[in-house]
């Protein structure tokens, strides 16, 4: 099984909808991140979190928001999503305790917006 | 990001040497790295170096650090068809890593 597992893997949703993108992790860390992936710019912080409940901003964090309600999940969520939220999203978490940032990745998810 | 640069692409024949360059330009940056992303896969750490190192070397990858440049060079000897991948660079500070747009490496036979 892997250590960062996201769900769903794809997904395709029309402009307009809310969206939930889950994450979970089973390394323990205590620091979760969002990233979103385009061609050419390569991944973009979106959101990161170092605790339960704690929530920070990324460098593109409009149009976004998370929840961090347990050590072991991060979830995404587009509250009315929009085409240029069309993306690879990525999940990774680090362990804080020391200073090499360290990241481990989940497996992506493709979302379209359409 | 716009904080780490990389060339987008590179074509290399297989058995040959690859190396991806990088720029950086945070020099806080107390690691950094390069991440392999396979077709339909998540990034993967493949090396890291601390700032304070010019080079490491890890079975067939070298990397090279020159500080005062702030440039990063991954260099991938005896290339094989599995190495196909884009490679990211990135640095890392604290809690943050900024990634580069990431290099994408064709190896041909």
């Known amino acids: 099984d892997a250590d960062v597992t996201q769900t769903p893997r794809n997904r395709i949703t029309k402009t307009g909808k809310r969206i939930m993108l889950e994450c979970s992790q089973t390394k323990g860390h205590d620091r979760m991140y969002w990233y979103r992936q385009d061609p050419g710019l390569g991944l973009r912080l979106i959101y990161y979190?170092?605790?339960?409940?704690?929530?920070n901003k990324g460098e593109i964090s409009d149009g976004y928001s998370v929840s961090r309600q347990a050590q072991a999940k991060f979830s995404l969520s587009l509250e009315s999503a929009i085409p240029n939220q069309t993306a690879l999203y990525f999940c990774?978490?680090?362990?804080?305790?020391?200073?090499?940032?360290?990241?481990?990745f989940g497996q992506g998810t493709r979302l379209t917006v359409v | 990001g716009e904080d780490v640069e990389q060339s987008l692409f590179l074509s290399v024949r297989e058995g040959d040497s690859s190396v991806i360059n990088c720029t950086y330009t945070d020099s806080s940056s107390t690691y950094l790295y390069w991440y392999k992303q396979e077709p339909g896969a998540g990034l993967q750490l493949l090396t890291y170096?601390?700032?304070?190192?010019d080079m490491k070397q890890d079975q067939r990858l070298t990397v090279l650090l020159n500080k005062k440049d702030k440039h990063l060079s991954l260099r991938i000897a005896d290339t094989q068809t599995g190495d196909s991948a884009i490679y990211f660079c990135a640095e890392g500070y604290d809690y943050k890593l900024s990634f580069g747009a990431g290099t994408t490496v064709t190896v041909r036979a």
């Open positions: 170096i601390f700032s304070n190192m």
């Open positions: 979190s170092f605790d339960v409940k704690d929530i």
């Open positions: 990774a978490t680090s362990d804080g305790g020391n200073q090499n940032t360290e990241a481990f």
